[in-house]
């Protein structure tokens, strides 16, 4: 997924978007399987616990790539990217998870269901997707993403027992959910259990908005590795693995979209800013055991790294390549669970520059 391209977006959509500035700061934390934590559903029906307009089963042959009509569950439609013929039914789920499962068979690749859950262009920049799968023959994919330009995300990878199939969103926002053939003679299929749920940033103040308790300006002076206090941004702490001086500031952001960014000077290496999450409202005490975690970092000298891991486990996940102008550094972390967020210093004098905005989000 190209997150340069999320979060650009998230600035510049957040009026329109599930996952604006509001969700931005008050952030939740999310809990990987079928549920995240508290967050809703996106999908309607996804039990397949209600019949379709045209009842059950149904059979459409399509002569050219489309719209395919109703399938035998309400709020699933069929699409058929390949023309031929679909047939669904409803029966009793062999989960034995007192639900209907839905009963797929495609001549094609890519035909299969569809459900819309918000307009084009418009939902949320980060979501998990999932499925409870039995694939009987060929093979399936599950997508997220904005409309016709929703694709292939993850995919069934066995036959003859249930899977449960997972991705994050390829493509944003998220407003399309897919479950398709993907194998040239198509697919038999069942599904179980559909979900679309927002992923949200488990990091506070992740704009900079607030001011820390210390105030806007911060400069500390160690003796000995650990600890330099808070930072001038709330909910971001300051930490010298090299004793020295390290200095913090807010400044009004030059970042598009931004409110204010984060001046951070150090002098030397594995010096910078952290934060800890996800904090007392977590569902996942010690953090999700994957998540993908960016920053917007103008470097002015030396080097920056960003890093996501399980307190002091954490380390270096991605380093920067350039001064002078805004660079998306972004990783998943390295070591689980997943409850630290650092942006530190990666030359041996240090480094002075700038924190625009940052985002950890679970994936599966």
């Known amino acids: 997924m190209n997150v340069r391209r999320l979060l650009t977006s998230l600035i510049a959509f957040s009026a329109i978007t599930a996952c604006g500035p509001a969700d931005v700061e008050n952030p939740a934390t999310a809990e990987l399987e079928q549920s995240l934590c508290a967050q809703s559903n996106y999908l309607t029906n996804p039990t397949f616990n209600t019949v379709g307009p045209n009842g059950t089963p149904t059979t459409v042959t399509t002569a050219v790539a489309g719209g395919a009509g ?192 984060l001046h951070v000077i150090t002098h030397a290496d594995r010096n910078g800013v952290v934060q800890v999450f996800p904090g007392a409202n977590s569902c996942t005490a010690n953090g999700p055991a994957h998540v993908l975690s960016g920053a917007y970092v103008y470097v002015n000298s030396g080097q920056v790294c960003i890093g996501t891991g399980n307190g002091g486990n954490t380390s270096c996940n991605a380093f920067s390549t350039t001064t002078g102008q805004w660079q998306w550094l972004q990783a998943p972390n390295a070591n689980s669970p997943a409850n630290e967020f650092i942006v530190y210093a990666a030359s041996t004098a240090g480094a002075d520059y700038f924190v625009g905005f940052a985002r950890v989000t679970e994936t599966p």
Do not use: K
Request: charged share 5%; aromatic share 10%; glycine share 12%.
């Open 70 to 261: 109703n399938s035998a569950a309400a709020n699933w439609t069929l699409f058929t990217n390949t023309p031929g013929t679909v047939f669904t039914e409803l029966l009793p789920s062999s989960r034995n998870d007192g639900t209907r499962m839905i009963h797929v068979r495609t001549q094609g690749p890519g035909n299969g269901l569809v459900q819309v859950f918000q307009p084009f262009n418009t939902g949320p920049t980060q979501v998990i997707s999932g499925a409870w799968i039995y694939v009987l023959s060929g093979r399936v994919c599950i997508g997220t993403g904005n409309g016709g330009n929703t694709g292939c995300d993850a995919y069934s990878s066995t036959t003859g027992q249930w899977q449960y199939v997972t991705a994050s969103n390829g493509v944003i926002p998220a407003n399309e959910f897919i479950i398709y053939s993907t194998t040239t003679t198509g697919a038999d299929f069942y599904v179980d259990e559909a979900s679309v749920q927002f992923s949200p940033n488990l990091l506070a103040n992740p704009t900079f908005a607030t001011v820390g308790p210390n105030g806007s300006l911060t400069s500390v002076t160690t003796s000995v590795p650990g600890s330099a206090g808070w930072s001038a941004a709330a909910n971001w702490s300051l930490f010298t693995n090299n004793p020295g001086l390290i200095t913090s500031r807010l400044e009004p952001s030059t970042l598009p979209g931004g409110v204010n960014m």
